[in-house]
């Protein structure tokens, strides 16, 4: 053997890759060690194995086309007929010419890839565990490549209301979705990241979905390529309903500030009522000749006061009172502390529905109260039966509040319009408070007006009739 040949041999012996030699029929006729390690079998069964009738038709394809001249290839995972052993390989055959220049076999050239295709096995595992985490995502996740979306899962689809092919579609602009309100933000985030500066990862927008609902959006961002083209991939999440049960809170929030504010100041005007009223009646107290029932009237004055609270929450309008359903209240309140034993008083309410200021409700409240305590305490004095009516009605760029009742009635009027008792000046006072007229009518059964809501122009005093009684009467704005 020659010193070239000897050469030849000790590469072919010791060469990292599986090499063999195969005639013009495809059988082997010569391999080396590692072509043997690399199928897994032996020199003795190899030998004479016809390549050419092997199972694996990809493999029978490359030998057949170096037998006929050309080069063949072959990459997949190699099944040994003799050794039953599975092994992932890269394989390449190259024809063998004779002095002249006719095929008279080939040369087949084997890698063990094993550790390559572990390696590619275990990063398409990857890429499906990947592929399945983003495709089954809460969360809209986005590539964006030159402002054209390259990928997007089926979340984003969901939220933004196209289908992927619309998104994916050449021409379609990313843009496209955001709100006026939102195209600044994001223009001037594209302008910072192409100089080269610093954007927050995470922020707010809005964008309009296919059917044009406005949709508000969490966005978290990672530039994956600065340029040629900018690549970006976005994770996007619908914050809509966190959004407006945060604006409900803060609204709560200022409400409640509101209110908290709104009961100092009503807290300090009541305590300022009740020391004005205490005030006022100690100039009265040496009328009373019963002390006990000097305080059970300032009660009941507190608690006309205390019942208009009492409705604002009831009703959860802080805003307007209800107040024909206050003197409801207020009436049955009267009925059960006034009405002495053996009487027999009837109050009949008639109120058209009129919503009122809470800073008109309390004075009116007042008002009220001291026009049935006066009914009670002296229009029936002595009398077993009567009747009270109080009437509600709404008038132009107002309302009316009637107060009438068929006791003894009043035979000098003047001394109710210059009042000297403290009950009448609390009812003037008041109603000069509110800014309303009052009117004051004491009449027999020939002069009572026809309807309990119209008003008499004119004070009567008419003993015409066999029946008395009084009438009063406030009109105030609405």
């Known amino acids: ?265 009503r807290v300090k005007n009541n305590m300022a009522v009740i020391s004005s009223i205490l005030t006022l009646q100690s100039e009265y107290v040496d009328k009373y000749k019963d002390p006990e029932k000097l305080f059970q009237d300032t009660q009941n004055r507190i608690r006309s006061m205390a019942l208009v609270h009492e409705l604002v929450y009831e009703s959860k309008n802080f805003a307007r009172i209800d107040f024909g359903r206050l003197l409801h209240k207020l009436l049955d309140q009267f009925k059960n502390i006034y009405c002495r034993e053996g009487q027999e008083i009837q109050v009949k309410i008639d109120a058209d529905p009129v919503l009122l200021d809470i800073h008109v409700a309390i004075p009116l409240s007042l008002f009220t109260n001291e026009a049935i305590l006066n009914a009670y305490k002296h229009a029936f004095d002595g009398v077993k039966r009567g009747n009270i009516k109080v009437a509600l009605r709404k008038e132009k760029g107002g309302f009316l509040l009637a107060i009438e009742d068929d006791g003894v009635g009043v035979e000098d009027l003047s001394l109710l319009r210059e009042p000297a008792s403290f009950g009448y000046t609390i009812m003037h006072g008041l109603v000069r408070q509110l800014r309303g007229t009052l009117a004051i009518f004491s009449f027999e059964e020939s002069s009572k007006p026809d309807d309990a809501g119209q008003v008499r122009e004119e004070a009567a005093n008419s003993k015409t009739g066999s029946r008395t009684g009084l009438r009063v009467e406030v009109r105030l704005p609405l």
């Open 1 to 265: 053997m020659s010193r070239e040949n000897k050469k030849f041999r000790l590469i072919f012996d010791h060469a990292p890759l599986g090499i063999f030699h195969f005639d013009r029929d495809g059988v082997i006729t010569e391999c080396n060690d590692r072509f043997v390690d690399i199928i897994g079998s032996s020199r003795e069964l190899l030998l004479g194995l016809n390549t050419t009738r092997l199972p694996d038709k990809k493999i029978v394809t490359a030998v057949r086309t170096a037998i006929e001249g050309k080069k063949g290839h072959y990459e997949g995972v190699y099944e040994s007929v003799t050794a039953r052993k599975s092994t992932p390989v890269r394989a390449s055959f190259a024809p063998v010419h004779d002095d002249n220049g006719l095929v008279e076999g080939g040369i087949g050239i084997i890698e063990d890839v094993s550790g390559q295709h572990r390696i590619a096995m275990a990063l398409q595992e990857s890429e499906k565990r990947f592929r399945t985490v983003v495709e089954h995502a809460h969360d809209g996740i986005y590539i964006i490549e030159d402002h054209g979306f390259s990928y997007v899962n089926r979340q984003f689809t969901e939220l933004t209301g196209y289908s992927e092919d619309e998104l994916l579609a050449t021409g379609f602009d990313f843009r496209q979705l955001l709100t006026e309100e939102s195209e600044e933000l994001v223009r001037e985030r594209i302008e910072k990241r192409s100089r080269g500066e610093d954007v927050p990862g995470t922020y707010e927008l809005s964008i309009q979905n296919r059917d044009g609902e406005k949709i508000y959006v969490e966005v978290s961002t990672a530039l994956l390529k600065p340029k040629d083209p900018m690549t970006v991939i976005g994770i996007m999440r619908d914050v809509t309903e966190r959004k407006r049960t945060a604006d409900l809170i803060r609204q709560s929030l200022s409400e409640k500030e509101v209110l908290l504010s709104e009961i100092h100041h």
